[in-house]
DNA sequence: CGGCTCATGTAAAGAGTTACATGATTTG
DNA sequence: CAAATCATGTAACTCTTTACATGAGCCG
């Protein structure tokens, strides 16, 4: 259900296509929130069209569809984001092999640490460039993507946070007698 | 075909039944890394032992049927563990509100996020006074479980920083004129 | 005009949810 | 002995992934 909704707000943002929409995607949103291809966001979009939440604006070239949100949409989703309680199940590949590290020996896990910082390391330079530009004058409004990229921000920070205690922790252990930890800065 | 190896994991850490593992999803980790019910929990089980990576090593009232892992089931999940990219896409419909939000005005959002950030506190208090009893005497050997524990608690603590943080900056937007901000401590 | 990207679609298979179903054992 | 919990299962439906499919416009 939840992609309905995330097209919608999507769609709230501003008019787009879906093409547009499966790249937002791709580029970000799959990172931290949601995902879905491009074979799921056509037909999905052509549900919420028929119901009337969301309405062709313009066409283009090679078929381009616009899509903007209706009254309605606004409405439906609106209800969506009020009306829900906090706690549903998180669903992260990632954070489970975390987990399951724990059934290995320190020797092979490492390694794996290791990659997990560099990786978290790569996503924050990134997304820290991504939200660079969506940067906010003083007195000016705040706006709320900027509230979802701090958001990511501070979840990355806190994984790098953590990978580094972890493996300091780890590397106290495994190598109370070996040459200190090499650093990949 | 991460519930796969989810079950495994659990599994290396000690036997089970398919009811235990059922409560270790619903107990714990739904809330941060996966999820599964009862449904769809015995019918893996049953491929999982077809294949000879689980076995049966004891049954009891009930028809309870504890198994527990193979030295095949050992070997695909460390490989599992060790071969794969760091990057999945990850589904959080908490994120995914959080990030739509931005399509509310400020005095319909600030309810909704000062009840995500009571929800977190809650959430960290439940973790802090579980993960409590894992503490580690100085000198043990580091243990995996411990690490895991302490990337939820971190996870938490930067949501709800992040939700503080957020509540300041939209409650100074939303309230230039206003008697200060309820602060629920 | 050839290769790339844009742009949309469908079909089949796999994963996950919800509802239905059943019965044994324990506990008060 | 009644109610709660333990314990497992299946069926129907929905959601998601992967693969197949097609063609228009743009750029060099």
Same mark, same amino acid.
């Given at each position: 259900m939840s992609l309905r909704y995330a097209l919608l707000g999507l769609l709230a943002d501003q008019p787009q296509s879906g093409y547009d929409l499966t790249q937002r995607f791709e580029l970000s *949103?799959? %990172?931290y929130a949601w995902h879905a291809g491009h074979s799921q966001i056509y037909p999905e979009l052509n549900k919420l069209a028929a119901s009337d939440l969301i309405t062709v604006v313009a066409e283009g070239a090679r078929g381009r569809r616009t899509y903007a949100l209706t009254d309605a949409g606004r409405q439906e989703l609106r209800e969506w984001l009020t009306d829900r309680p906090s706690a549903q199940p998180v669903r992260n590949e990632f954070v489970l092999r975390l987990f399951l *590290?724990?059934? *290995?020996?320190p020797p092979e896990a490492l390694p794996i640490l290791r990659a997990m910082l560099l990786h978290a390391r790569q996503e924050l330079t990134e997304l820290r460039s991504r939200s660079g530009n969506i940067d906010v004058a003083p007195g000016e409004p705040m706006e709320f993507g900027r509230l979802a990229a701090e958001y990511g921000l501070r979840q990355y920070q806190a994984m790098i946070d953590w990978a580094e205690w972890a493996l300091t922790k780890l590397g106290q252990d495994a190598s109370? /007698? %070996? /040459?200190p930890d090499t650093d990949e800065k």
């Open positions: *949103l799959k %990172r *590290l724990s059934t *290995l020996d109370e /007698h %070996r /040459h």
